[in-house]
């Protein structure tokens, strides 16, 4: 037997975030997107919603901003730096940021940032970026001589869709060996 719907109060959508934000770091955005699919999935179930549902949820997200639960630009920095460890490209970073809710200005400095960190400039992060997805995938100089050559077209096409510009993915997947990655 299906459980009938909770309605949505203050209150419930208070626990919902609260529980949210427990779990899972997020930008004041992402939480309102969250927070909202709650309420549409209630409607849909026709259970009982607060008027004035949208003040409610500013009301919430302001005071975990307030509170620091919520900081857009933390969350930016963290999330840009362990995706540049993972070997994600700055086009694919960016793109996932702006999808987590993180504005343009906000993605910009995190972006700077990371750099400042790392003590390189643009093309050098993105360098890092395509050596690190080439080991973790084992692409390219990270792959068994024998089958370098037949999946060369393969380990291309994966850092491309990576986000990586054609030259830098050439230049990763092409390199004579792991130690010829390095001198680069």
Do not use: C
């Amino acid at each position: 037997m299906k459980r009938p719907a909770r309605p949505i109060t203050a209150k419930y959508l208070l626990n919902a975030a609260t529980f949210y934000l427990e779990r899972y770091p997020a930008t004041a955005e992402g939480l309102r997107r969250v927070l909202g699919r709650r309420v549409r999935k209630a409607e849909m179930a026709e259970a009982p919603v607060m008027e004035n549902v949208g003040q409610a949820i500013e009301a919430i997200v302001a005071k975990f901003i307030e509170a620091g639960a919520i900081n857009d630009k933390e969350f930016a920095q963290t999330k840009a730096r362990a995706l540049h460890r993972r070997g994600t490209s700055s086009r694919l970073t960016r793109q996932k940021l702006k999808h987590a809710g993180v504005d343009g200005d906000t993605l910009d400095r995190a972006m700077a940032a990371l750099d400042h960190e790392l003590d390189t400039n643009p093309a050098e992060r993105e360098w890092q970026a395509a050596v690190a997805l080439a080991r973790r995938r084992r692409l390219g100089p990270f792959r068994p001589d024998k089958d370098r050559k037949e999946r060369r077209l393969r380990d291309l096409a994966a850092m491309a869709r990576a986000g990586f510009a054609f030259d830098v993915a050439k230049k990763v997947i092409d390199a004579k060996s792991v130690d010829a990655l390095d001198e680069e």
